[in-house]
């Protein structure tokens, strides 16, 4: 299939970004014109940022940008809304102003823009989702290592098909774009979403490096409530999970009924405590649990009820 010379919108998402921001700024249009020489994009083509709500000068900074050359463009959300929000927020106004592809990548660049011929070449062949996957994770820490690693694992474990070790670097077409904006959800998982609108899709491998300045925007508290947003918005076992841990404990409990009424007619009732005691404690303990775990998806359920809007933008950067 021929797509002819795509439009495409880099969307940045930024948050307190002030100290790098110049920095990836150059290094995007210096990607941008090589990819324009080569005619690999369109003359529509844009760098988009997306301020999630930041503290700092990071708005002002792009409106400078857009002043001095209108290739980057800006979006200013009313509030941070998290990283999700923001990249989606950024792909819906790309698709507006009429991009044919987009592709998001953190501000920091930490993600190899060298890649971004390989998400081409393959959107060319046809693809309308391409992934970029990191080829290692020696630049994180040794916990986020270990904890992304093991949730995606348990994610493949609850059903929900997201692609492993692949960040929010990735290009959508126009047609995967206009997919996306169809789910009305809230609690935006976008990892999980692109694989499940199931169209032709890729994969093109980065290398990531270290962070040039500033610090980490994605806080623990943020991580595991992408985390959670992640497996209760893709998946219902945790509460099968639940019910079957609640027909276990039913079982053992029998078990335990019928080794009671031996022990009390064999006259041998008095030690009896430490199994009480033990009884209370795990029993009061799946209870709790399950409660949480049932009050998550409640929880969720009202939230989504309210079908609340995502995000608003509250400046954009204009020509005149
Ligand atoms: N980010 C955002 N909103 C937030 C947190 C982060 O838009 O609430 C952006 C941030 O500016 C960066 C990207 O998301 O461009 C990834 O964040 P960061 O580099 O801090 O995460 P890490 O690379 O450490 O996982
Ligand atoms: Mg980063």
Same mark, same amino acid.
């Given at each position: ?39 690999? !994009? ?16 990071? +708005? ?26 923001? !990249? ?38 046809? =693809? ?16 986020? @290592? ?13 059903? =929900? ?12 077409? @126009? ?6 904006? =169809?789910? @009305?959800?809230?609690?935006?998982? !976008? ?81 009896? +405590? ?6 209370? +404690? ?39």
């Amino acid at each position: 299939m021929n797509y002819g010379i795509p439009n495409l919108y880099f969307v940045l998402p930024c948050y307190n970004e002030e100290e790098i921001l110049r920095q990836s700024a150059d290094r995007m249009l210096g990607l941008y014109h090589r990819l324009r020489d080569e005619s690999q !994009i369109g003359e529509e083509s844009r760098i988009l940022f997306v301020d999630d709500g930041s503290k700092d000068k990071t +708005w002002d900074s792009i409106c400078e940008l857009h002043g001095e050359d209108p290739v980057f463009h800006g979006i200013r959300l009313s509030r941070n809304k998290g990283h999700q929000t923001a !990249i989606f927020s950024g792909m819906m106004r790309g698709l507006e102003m009429g991009a044919d592809c987009v592709i998001t990548i953190d501000a920091d660049l930490q993600q190899d823009i060298e890649a971004v011929p390989g998400f081409l070449e393959k959107y060319r062949n046809g =693809c309308d989702v391409v992934y970029g996957v990191r080829d290692s994770r020696d630049t994180d820490g040794v916990f986020k @290592k270990t904890s992304a690693t093991a949730y995606y694992k348990f994610m493949k474990l609850l059903g =929900c098909n997201v692609i492993a070790q692949s960040a929010d670097y990735r290009l959508l077409s @126009k047609k995967a774009l206009k997919a996306l904006s =169809c789910y @009305k959800e809230s609690n935006l998982f !976008i990892r999980g979403i692109v694989p499940d609108m199931g169209f032709k899709s890729d994969i093109v491998n980065f290398h990531v490096s270290a962070r040039e300045a500033g610090a980490s925007k994605y806080t623990l508290k943020k991580m595991v409530n992408l985390a959670l947003d992640g497996i209760a918005s893709f998946s219902i076992r945790p509460i099968r999970f639940v019910v079957l841990l609640g027909a276990i404990v039913f079982v053992i409990s029998i078990v335990m009924m019928i080794a009671t009424l031996i022990d009390h007619f064999r006259g041998l009732t008095v030690p009896g +405590w430490s199994t009480l005691s033990i009884s209370i +404690w795990f029993l009061g303990s799946v209870q709790l649990m399950s409660i949480g775990i049932v009050g998550e998806y409640v929880g969720r359920t009202y939230m989504e009820s309210k079908s609340r809007p995502r995000y608003f933008i509250s400046e954009e950067t204009t020509d005149d």
